[in-house]
């Protein structure tokens, strides 16, 4: 196991312990670190920094086991493709306001591919990928598979002040470093460029509600942001923070009863219950307790 620093402030000491681990090492595998595989209730220590409130998990798996796990997960979740272009798309569309040119767009955890499409609809003369599973890239359509860098994001991919845009959805949580993370956003933006992020709230009403049975406290979630934190690593990273609001989702119904932290017979009665009538795939949109950022390169 992996010690882990608060990413904000360094401290590794001062810290309070919010829920035990409850996971067995020998079992985590590539389904494990599935992109938005059912809820396991798996997850390492959760900490919450005492200095500025960020919550981290501490200890974790060693990076380079992680990393490993990543490039061999399954892209699993191609039903839910529309739902997630109908909720990311919406803010994409937002954030198109603070950008001076289309000439370079990339997404970071981009799947297969399916937001650079829109991302070229917008107006973007290229739009890049980078995702670290092999499944996922290998079914991306061909004419953005090209574009897609089947690794993890890390220095050296991409050159210094290429893209006008950069976007990554539910990924920042999952990062070992981000403070490299965002370092290496701001290196390879333009001047001006603009940074487009949504991840899940610690604090959101959800999170409080279910405890340690919400779904965000999971094996694959390494450091977990409030809007008083996600502002602080930003900026740390000289970036200006134009923006930080509430994300609004749109799923279909079934999924998000499958996430009802409920006996499982009982949550396969309601699932069977709502495919009988017809309903299961009804689109539902609300705010499952996810935060957005919109910053730029100064």
């Known amino acids: 196991?992996?010690?882990?620093?608060?990413?904000?402030?360094?401290?590794?000491?001062?810290?309070?312990?919010?829920?035990?681990?409850?996971?067995?090492?020998?079992?985590?595998?590539?389904?494990?670190?599935?992109?938005?595989?059912l809820p396991d209730k798996v997850h390492y220590r959760i900490v919450r920094c005492s200095r500025c409130n960020l919550v981290y998990s501490n200890p974790i798996l060693p990076p380079e086991k992680i990393e490993q796990l990543y490039k061999k997960s399954m892209f699993l979740y191609k039903?839910?493709?529309n739902n997630i272009i109908a909720t990311y798309d919406t803010y994409i569309k937002n954030a198109l306001q603070f950008v001076k040119s289309k000439n370079n767009f990339l997404e970071i955890?981009?799947?297969?591919?399916?937001?650079?499409k829109k991302a070229?609809?917008?107006?973007f003369k290229n739009a890049y990928g980078v995702e670290p599973s092999r499944d996922a890239v290998l079914k991306a359509d061909k004419r953005f598979r090209k574009n897609i860098?089947?690794?993890?994001?890390?220095?050296?991919?991409?050159?210094?002040?290429?893209?006008?845009?950069?976007?990554?959805?539910?990924?920042?949580?999952?990062?070992?470093?981000?403070?490299?993370?965002?370092?290496?956003?701001?290196?390879?933006?333009?001047?001006?460029?603009?940074v487009l992020a949504i991840n899940h709230d610690v604090d959101s009403f959800i999170s409080h509600l279910f405890g340690e049975s919400c779904p965000i406290f999971d094996i694959?979630?390494?450091?977990?942001f409030n809007k008083h934190t996600?502002?602080?690593?930003?900026?740390?990273?000289?970036?200006?923070?134009?923006?930080i609001f509430n994300v609004k989702n749109t799923f279909a119904l079934n999924y998000c009863l499958s996430y009802l932290p409920a006996p499982k017979s009982l949550k396969n009665f309601i699932l069977n219950l709502t495919d009988l009538i017809g309903i299961s795939n009804m689109k539902v949109r609300f705010k499952p307790g996810n935060l957005g950022i919109i910053a730029k390169k100064q």
Do not use: W
């Open 220 to 224: 694959e979630h390494v450091y977990l």
């Open 1 to 37: 196991m992996t010690r882990v620093f608060c990413a904000i402030d360094k401290n590794h000491k001062d810290y309070s312990v919010l829920y035990k681990e409850n996971f067995d090492a020998r079992r985590i595998d590539k389904h494990v670190f599935s992109a938005r595989r």
């Open 230 to 243: 996600i502002d602080l690593i930003f900026k740390k990273h000289n970036f200006k923070v134009l923006r």
């Open 149 to 194: 860098v089947n690794n993890i994001f890390k220095p050296g991919l991409f050159r210094k002040n290429y893209f006008d845009m950069i976007a990554f959805f539910q990924v920042l949580d999952h990062v070992i470093d981000p403070n490299q993370f965002l370092r290496e956003c701001h290196k390879i933006l333009k001047p001006g460029g603009v």
């Open 109 to 116: 955890g981009c799947g297969n591919g399916f937001l650079l």
């Open 120 to 123: 070229q609809e917008h107006g």
């Open 79 to 81: 039903e839910q493709v």
